[in-house]
């Protein structure tokens, strides 16, 4: 699975933004798609993800009032929108992809850098 994250850009404190995440090569049946970040100086954190079968959604407590993930069957495409963005929403995003199973991520996009200036 190749994934293809794009949608970032400089914003400000309290615009939205919406990221795509474009996936190809296999079948997305089966798996948990998800979004991660990582901010500057710190790791890697989940943000959300959605099993592509069934639509599942779960998010981290600090972003599950604003973030909603979505998908797109037909276009194979993951969509993270973001309302109310804070500073602190600062951060590399990436997109990922799991086993048919769903245990293990094991595909990632290149990430795409939302800035948010206050």
């Known amino acids: 699975v190749q994934l293809q994250a794009s949608g970032g850009g400089l914003v400000q404190a309290g615009d939205s933004l919406r990221l795509s995440c474009a996936a190809s090569?296999?079948?997305?049946?089966?798996?948990?798609m998800g979004w991660f970040r990582q901010a500057p100086g710190k790791g890697r954190e989940f943000v959300a993800r959605?099993?592509?079968?069934?639509?599942?959604?779960s998010y981290a407590d600090s972003v599950k009032e604003r973030f909603t993930i979505s998908r797109d069957n037909a276009k194979n495409t993951v969509v993270l929108q973001i309302n109310s963005l804070k500073p602190e929403d600062t951060a590399v995003y990436y997109c990922?992809?799991?086993?048919?199973?769903?245990?293990?991520?094991?595909?990632w996009g290149q990430g795409t850098l939302v800035t948010v200036s206050s």
């Open positions: 090569g296999r079948t997305l049946g089966g798996r948990i």
């Open positions: 959605i099993t592509w079968s069934g639509g599942y959604t």
């Open positions: 990922a992809g799991s086993n048919p199973g769903g245990t293990s991520y094991l595909y």
